[in-house]
């Protein structure tokens, strides 16, 4: 007799379990009051850039996001449990992604502490850097990894992916690997705003999922609902946090490509933040917008901004959506019913800037 092993969705389920105690013995995040962190002088504002910054070096370093989301779980269990200054708010942000990176990344990916400390233009000495990270490892009883947002958001679109694929075949031109590499880009948006710290990971991941069954099908409420009694997220927690997501991600769309042909030097500059509506450049722009509409202040300068070239911004959306396409054994095949002919037509077609003939010279 042949002994069959558990199903798919058993898998899922187990994974799930797991993930959700291990969230439920490491969560913890900081609590703003009265304008800043409770026990510091850190604003809320700072937070935010904070995080946006972490996401900005994680880009940078060619880091996945998986990286990106437990330098910022690291980083929001240090500011709940030790009362830090503003004036160290960089350093220790930069050492949580030096932690995270160590926990994730190959060794060949992750750069020196000096180089890190040189390309991500922060004020702080490797020295500070690894001293600071001592502190992060000490606080924080070297018990470092989570279950974070992102994994959740994987965990859930798997689920609905294995068990109701059908609700997503109306994408247009958009695989699974495609669609949760957008939907983590929603995601981290909304890690970066201190009014959602109050959730836990696995709540805000299946808002995300939620807000996007809803926008694609009428028949999303029984999959919710489904994954909210396996996920046990209380439904008062989870109604809430999907009003403030929604108003957030409000701010969050996604711009018109816009070309400037210059007939004097035949010179076309694109203007892209990014081929997905998701992307940090926008993040920050988003956030300032909401932070100036809430009245609050113009955040300072306290981090230093990265320059990121024009290429590196375009290729942004393309490596982040190799990391997931393995997920779904899409590396190297084509997409269902796509033949290489009509993929070549659909790429040249997909261009992001139109074919331009040269100016005719003028004598």
């Not at 904070?50 to 437990?70: D, H, P, R």
Request: charged share 20%; with cysteine.
């Amino acid at each position: 007799m042949k002994c069959t092993g558990p199903s798919e969705s058993e898998k899922f389920a187990f994974v799930l379990e797991h993930s959700l105690a291990r969230e439920a013995k490491i969560w913890k995040v900081p609590i703003f009051q009265d304008f800043t962190l409770k026990g510091t002088d850190i604003p809320p504002s700072y937070y935010e850039k904070a995080v946006l910054w972490i996401g900005e070096l994680s880009s940078l370093f060619q880091f996945c996001s998986g990286t990106f989301a437990l330098a910022t779980s690291i980083l929001n269990r240090l500011l709940a449990s030790v009362k830090a200054q503003l004036k160290y708010l960089q350093c220790i942000a930069i050492a949580c992604l030096v932690v995270a990176a160590k926990i994730n990344e190959e060794d060949e990916i992750i750069p020196s502490v000096k180089k890190l400390a040189v390309q991500s233009g922060c004020k702080c000495s490797p020295a500070e850097i690894l001293r600071m990270e001592r502190i992060v490892l000490d606080k924080l009883h070297w018990d470092l990894y989570t279950a974070t947002s992102v994994d959740f958001l994987n965990i859930f679109h798997a689920m609905v992916m294995s068990k109701w694929a059908h609700l997503l075949r109306g994408l247009p031109q958009r695989n699974p690997s495609r669609h949760a590499a957008f939907l983590t880009r929603q995601l981290q948006h909304c890690m970066a705003c201190h009014q959602l710290l109050q959730f836990k990971g696995s709540t805000l991941a299946l808002v995300i999922i939620t807000l996007e069954l809803e926008r694609l099908t009428p028949d999303w409420f029984p999959v919710i609902t489904d994954l909210l009694k396996k996920a046990q997220i209380d439904s008062t927690q989870f109604i809430h946090c999907k009003e403030l997501v929604d108003q957030h991600l409000q701010s969050f769309q996604p711009s018109n490509t816009v070309y400037i042909f210059n007939p004097a030097s035949q010179n076309i500059q694109t203007h892209l933040d990014e081929r997905l509506p998701c992307c940090y450049p926008m993040v920050k722009k988003a956030v300032q917008i909401s932070l100036q509409a809430r009245g609050g202040q113009d955040v300072p300068g306290v981090f230093t901004p990265l320059q990121a070239s024009t290429y590196e911004d375009d290729m942004e959306t393309d490596e982040f959506y190799d990391g997931f396409k393995y997920l779904y054994n899409e590396a190297g095949t084509p997409e269902a019913g796509q033949s290489s002919n009509d993929q070549r037509r659909q790429q040249e077609s997909s261009s992001f800037c139109p074919p331009l003939e040269p100016a005719p010279e003028i004598d």
